[in-house]
């Protein structure tokens, strides 16, 4: 089993940046890979970026260097960096650990850009 607990959402201008975090506990010695999504109202979730075990990243499209994924495995955390927020980010973030035999989700952190 793993666990994950996000933070770091809340509110912010456009333009303005967050940083979110991911923290893993549990069986974290069985994640190969970790991400981060998001859903926003009435959509789909959708991949944001992803990390592997060994630094490996990739992004969506629409991240378009704004965003930068990171991990500190001492620390059993991973980060979202997220710069340049404009109205269209505004969503539930989810922390997302994946393992050979299971996906676990944590609950999530929203993100709100707004004037």
């Known amino acids: 089993q793993v666990q994950l607990v996000e933070s770091g959402g809340g509110l912010v201008q456009p333009g303005g940046s967050l940083r979110l975090s991911c923290a893993a506990s549990?069986?974290?010695?069985?994640?190969?890979?970790m991400a981060w999504y998001r859903q926003a109202p009435g959509k789909q979730r959708e991949l944001v970026a992803d990390?592997?075990?060994?630094?490996?990243?990739n992004y969506a499209d629409f991240v378009n260097g704004r965003f930068t994924i990171s991990r500190d495995n001492p620390k059993n955390t991973v980060y979202l960096q997220m710069n340049s927020l404009n109205f269209e980010d505004t969503a539930v973030y989810y922390c997302?650990?994946?393992?050979?035999?299971?996906?676990?989700w944590g609950k999530g952190t929203l993100v709100t850009v707004t004037s």
């Open positions: 997302c650990a994946a393992t050979v035999k299971e996906t676990y």
């Open positions: 549990g069986s974290i010695f069985t994640i190969y890979n």
């Open positions: 990390i592997t075990r060994g630094g490996t990243t």
